[in-house]
């Protein structure tokens, strides 16, 4: 499936919009992932590039593949703390199917 995400401000100003895996991603979070799934603390471009799928699948999947309309992101009962966007705990986001 393919899916678009759409980030707002408190404002309904949007600060993403596009395909979850442009998505920004913190460095951190993407080491992290490639240590828990490769061991590898130095993760090459090919690691780096499968840390990053497994984040946004794991967080679409989150969405058990339903469209999401407008969800206060601190409700979501998923960690999301590895989006790189600023106070992501007073946005909304839509997910589009």
Do not use: W
């Amino acid at each position: 499936m393919k899916y678009r995400i759409i980030i707002t401000n408190s404002s309904q100003d949007v600060i993403y919009s596009g395909k979850p895996l442009d998505m920004p991603i913190k460095k951190d979070a993407i080491i992290r992932k490639s240590i828990e799934l490769f061991g590898d603390e130095d993760p090459c471009i090919i690691h780096q590039s499968y840390a990053v799928q497994k984040l946004i699948n794991d967080f679409i999947q989150s969405f058990h593949k339903k469209e999401v309309k407008q969800v206060l992101m601190k409700t979501i009962d998923y960690d999301y703390s590895f989006i790189d966007l600023d106070d992501l705990s007073q946005c909304y986001i839509t997910l589009e199917v």
